[in-house]
């Protein structure tokens, strides 16, 4: 298993702004979709967000759609989750995961088990 790196969480003000960055090394992010997932405290682990290899498809679920945007760029390596208008019950460790996909799949991959490799989480607090 490849250990992803993430970095950006951090301690805000309900309907304030995050940015997390998820690095891969570039064999591994060349060729997979990348996801984000978020676990609150007595939660199970959650999908956030999915953007697939060439970076034309997202996903997101319905509490994302609208506040949170996923994007990749291949030149860093590097996905990213930008989080607008952030809430309390945002509140969670982000996890970025990598999937390897053929560059014509588009499909949804929702599951956790659906992604080989994972980062170690970044914490995200919201206070009200």
């Known amino acids: 298993q490849v250990q992803l790196l993430e970095s950006g969480g951090g301690l805000v003000q309900a309907g304030a702004s995050l940015r997390l960055a998820c690095k891969a090394p570039?064999?591994?992010?060349?060729?997979?979709?990348m996801g984000w997932f978020r676990e609150a405290p007595g939660k199970e682990r959650e999908f956030v967000a999915q953007?697939?290899?060439?970076?034309?498809?997202?996903y997101y679920a319905d509490f994302a759609k609208g506040r949170f945007s996923i994007s990749r760029d291949k030149d860093k390596n590097t996905a990213y989750l930008q989080m607008n208008h952030l809430r309390p019950e945002d509140t969670a460790i982000y996890y970025c995961?990598?999937?390897?996909?053929?560059?014509?799949?588009?499909?949804?991959?929702?599951?956790?088990?659906?992604?080989?490799?994972w980062g170690q989480g970044t914490q995200v607090t919201v206070s009200s």
């Open positions: 995961a990598s999937r390897s996909t053929i560059l014509t799949d588009n499909r949804h991959f929702s599951g956790a088990s659906d992604y080989e490799n």
């Open positions: 570039s064999r591994i992010f060349s060729r997979a979709a």
């Open positions: 953007i697939g290899r060439s970076g034309g498809t997202t």
